[in-house]
């Protein structure tokens, strides 16, 4: 079973910035591809990026251009960094990554006050 540990999630003001941190209990270059979803109350949940192991992102549309998904390869993390945060950003951020089958971490909450 792999561990998906995230951090870093918090409250912001509009326009402000968060970074996420994702550390998997196994090497990350084992995944064929993971990423970060979210979701907020209410809704279902969704895609916010993803990162396959040749290290191509792709984003959804609602957050191109504000926010950055990528690898560090030492300290075996995955993160997100969030720019130009929005009111409607506010969700749990979730962690996945793709072995097989997938994996969940925990999620962190992701607050943006107006």
């Known amino acids: 079973q792999v561990q998906l540990v995230e951090s870093g999630g918090g409250l912001v003001q509009t326009g402000g910035s968060l970074s996420l941190s994702c550390e998997p209990s196994?090497?990350?270059?084992?995944?064929?591809?993971m990423g970060w979803y979210r979701q907020a109350p209410g809704n279902q949940r969704e895609v916010v990026a993803t990162?396959?192991?040749?290290?191509?992102?792709v984003y959804a549309d609602a957050v191109k251009g504000r926010f950055t998904i990528s690898r560090n390869n030492a300290k075996n993390t995955l993160h997100l960094q969030m720019n130009s945060l929005k009111p409607e950003d506010t969700a749990v951020y979730f962690c996945y990554a793709y072995s097989r089958m997938g994996n969940w971490g925990q999620g962190t909450q992701v607050t943006v006050s107006s």
């Open positions: 196994r090497n990350i270059y084992s995944f064929d591809h």
């Open positions: 990162l396959t192991a040749s290290g191509l992102p």
